[in-house]
């Protein structure tokens, strides 16, 4: 009797490990997932390159295309038309000190010495004036240029931006963790967390 439970257990068992081995053979349904795409909004890679050369044409022009930042346009214009004022004064005075300086040393009369002929600056004033009006004279030209390749760099560096994607889906969220540890005594630590999700 305790032998024919041992082969009973045993078929029964093998039965079992049989039919979990046979092939389902009910049809298996398949479903479509349907999603919706987010529309981004479009992104124009020469953008940047056309607010920069609108720029690189006419100042200010690329700030324009970009229709942003209004308020640079004076500060533009102000900075370039002063630099250049400052430019075509100090040209002016140099070309002045040196016309000086040269009839002087072919000995005749200059616009800096009196009626009688006596100097009122010494040759060394003469030169020295004109190494400062020549200094300031360059720097006012280095500052013009400056603006303008500024103006050009911020025309591109806005129009890269303004594509950037600002959705409120961006996040960065700092959050203070304290830990503290009951080991030790009057320890406490703070950890610091930034969760950045899009």
């Excluded at 298996?28 to 953008?47: A, G, K, M, W």
């Excluded at 400052?86 to 002045?96: A, K, W």
């Excluded at 911020?154 to 889906?169: C, G, K, P």
Aim: charged share 15%; glycine share 4%; hydrophobic share 35%.
């Amino acid at each position: 009797m305790k032998n024919s439970i041992y082969i009973f257990a045993f078929i029964f068992f093998c039965t079992l490990a049989a039919y979990s081995q046979t092939k389902d053979t009910t049809k298996t349904e398949t479903r479509s997932l349907q999603y919706t795409q987010i529309q981004q909004p479009e992104y124009d890679p020469l953008n940047p390159s056309r607010a920069a050369f609108y720029s690189a044409i006419f100042p200010g022009a690329g700030q324009i295309y970009n229709n942003r930042y209004w308020w640079q346009l004076p500060l533009i214009y102000g900075g370039m038309a002063t630099s250049i004022y400052f430019y075509i004064d100090n040209n002016n005075e140099y070309q002045r000190f040196r016309t000086a300086f040269r009839r002087r040393k072919a000995g005749l009369p200059d616009e800096f010495s009196d009626v009688n002929g006596v100097p009122l600056i010494s040759d060394a004033g003469l030169e020295s004036a004109q190494k400062q009006l020549r200094q300031n004279r360059d720097l006012s030209l280095l500052t013009t240029v400056l603006i303008y390749v500024l103006q050009i760099v911020e025309a591109s560096v806005t129009a890269h931006l303004i594509q950037f994607d600002s959705t409120d889906s961006l996040t960065l969220t700092p959050s203070a963790m304290p830990n503290i540890n009951y080991n030790e005594e009057n320890t406490h630590k703070l950890g610091l967390t930034l969760k950045y999700s899009f």
